[in-house]
């Protein structure tokens, strides 16, 4: 339940655990999540989007030894 709006929020994963969807809270609408992953399967940019619209990029760097 969301603390603002005691909205449920639910959530969508894919196969490998990301989160894909988001729905509920905060008035923002429907949130969806791209990723681009490296060789390894791992993300390293994940796009966050607010009702269709670009919202935030997340980029990470994993150094493999």
């Given amino acids: 339940t969301d603390w603002w709006s005691g909205e449920p929020t639910t959530y969508k994963y894919d196969k490998s655990g990301d989160i894909i969807e988001e729905n509920g809270g905060m008035e923002n609408g429907k949130q969806t999540y791209s990723y681009e992953f490296d060789n390894k ?25």
Avoid: A, L
């Fill in 41 to 65: 399967n791992n993300w390293i940019k994940k796009k966050r989007f607010i009702s269709g619209m670009p919202w935030s990029i997340t980029e990470r760097r994993i150094i493999y030894n």
